[in-house]
């Protein structure tokens, strides 16, 4: 029998106005958000940093709400630059 272990990576972590704030990497979530975030992609650029942002969001209780979009856009290519799997593979 084949035994599933979990092995997720480390969260994605970022400071923001002063503090500390944590995601789950790519690879760390859950299947149905991992499908969402690659039909999302699928979709497009702004329906992705959609998804990310409600993900941000949530993990963040709200923290991204006021970061300016050229901040934004820097931390989701950081975020995605950092995922241990490609969205849509």
């Given at each position: ?49 959609r998804w990310m942002y409600d ?5 963040t209780d709200g923290a991204v ?19 241990a799997v490609e969205a849509g593979?």
């Amino acid at each position: 029998m084949f035994k599933v272990e979990s092995t997720a990576p480390a969260p994605f972590e970022f400071e923001w106005r002063g503090a500390e704030h944590s995601v789950p990497q790519l690879a760390a979530l859950p299947m149905d958000d991992l499908m969402a975030f690659s039909e999302a992609a699928e979709r497009g650029e702004t329906a992705a940093v959609r998804w990310m942002y409600d993900l941000f969001m949530r993990e963040t209780d709200g923290a991204v709400a006021d970061m300016p979009a050229s901040a934004f856009g820097q931390l989701a290519k950081a975020w995605q630059a950092a995922r241990a799997v490609e969205a849509g593979k």
